[in-house]
């Protein structure tokens, strides 16, 4: 059976196109800065950044623990969303492989921090506290985007309090394109940005850190000893390098389908929360379990969770949003039929 999988945007396989771009690439030995391919990536995202210098590595969380370990020191303490990736999601790498100290918060409905909070929780300049040395945020957070008046506050904020600013940019072409802005609207608010091309973009590795030549340059010796360098990557920056260059303006086709998606779950009488780039979430509470598995008879792929999570990519097609809303309407059907046996 043709699966349609909702779980992620890191699900997708490389194009046919992608792979050629993989195949043909040239290559070199990374380590000894010898891979032309990689170069390429690593310049053209960060001149599209508009940031000073890129590092190719293995996957977001190295990228975003590579940020953390530049920016902070043994001791140091960096302020977090309690539902951010960068703090949840990364097996504590930070405090585990940097002696940095996390100071999670809530976050807000809108994916962002309120700065007051964020004001509350920097430490004194005392030694009885761990030095409050790096701000993060995550953009998109649970596909929804981050206003750029309020990154141009918590830039400002971070001047002030004397904090470095850093970005979890996974799925930062999906804000930026939701936005119709140039993605440097996004990331000139930042210090430092991490990029994923294994989600959204269709790349199957990778990810890219941006930020200065010195901030980079401590992340590349940090790489290193976290045994993220890498030899030949050209094939694999081959592919990060395709997907910028053909799969950035697409990403509006995956929020139409997850717009599409989302008013159908509606319409259906579930609880969806508004959507605004590829991610739909709606709750399903204690059902959760058992559509999963409805839905897995009918070859969708969908995760377990009351708070369900469903995301459009470039595999998920137009024709495919039918056959979604009719296995989630037949569920909701057989629920009814039981509720009232
Ligand atoms: C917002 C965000 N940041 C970072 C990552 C980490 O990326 P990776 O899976 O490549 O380590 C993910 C992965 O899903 C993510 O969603």
Do not use: W
């Not at 303490?77 to 990364?90: N, S, V, W």
């Not at 097996?91 to 004001?119: F, T, W, Y």
């Not at 400002?156 to 939701?178: E, K």
């Not at 999570?309 to 569920?331: G, K």
């Amino acid at each position: 059976m043709n699966l349609i999988d909702l779980r992620s945007d890191t699900v997708t396989q490389p194009t046919p196109a992608m792979r050629e771009a993989m195949a043909s690439a040239s290559t070199g030995d990374d380590v000894y800065g010898e891979d032309p391919t990689v170069d390429r990536l690593e310049r053209v995202l960060a001149a599209r950044l508009g940031l000073e210098a890129g590092l190719f590595v293995p996957s977001g969380t190295m990228s975003n623990l590579l940020a953390l370990m530049s920016h902070c020191e043994r001791g140091d303490e960096y302020i977090t969303g309690q539902l951010f990736h960068a703090y949840k999601y990364e097996a504590g790498g930070a405090a585990v492989l940097g002696s940095i100290q996390p100071q999670p918060i809530e976050m807000e409905a809108d994916g962002s921090l309120n700065l007051e909070r964020v004001a509350a929780a920097i430490k004194p300049d005392d030694f009885h506290f761990a030095r409050s040395r790096l701000l993060t945020l995550e953009n998109t957070m649970h596909g929804k985007v981050l206003p750029l008046d309020y990154l141009a506050e918590a830039r400002r904020f971070t001047r002030q309090r004397n904090l470095a600013l850093h970005l979890d940019g996974a799925r930062l072409f999906n804000a930026a394109v939701r936005l119709g802005c140039d993605p440097q609207a996004i990331t000139r608010h930042f210090d430092s940005v991490s990029v994923c091309l294994s989600k959204g973009l269709g790349a199957p590795v990778g990810s890219v850190l941006c930020g200065s030549e010195a901030l980079i340059g401590k992340a590349r010796r940090l790489r290193k000893m976290l045994g993220g360098g890498m030899r030949q990557a050209g094939v694999l920056a081959a592919a990060g390098l395709y997907a910028l260059e053909r799969h950035v303006e697409r990403l509006a086709d995956d929020h139409e389908k997850a717009r599409l998606l989302g008013d159908g779950l509606r319409s259906l009488g579930y609880r969806v929360e508004p959507v605004q780039t590829n991610m739909i979430y709606l709750q399903v509470g204690d059902r959760a379990a058992s559509l999963k598995a409805f839905c897995a008879e009918r070859g969708i792929r969908i995760t377990a969770a009351p708070r369900l999570r469903l995301v459009t990519h470039l595999d998920i097609q137009p024709v495919h949003i039918e056959p979604i809303l009719q296995a989630f309407a037949e569920f909701a059907e057989a629920q009814h039929q039981i509720a009232v046996e």
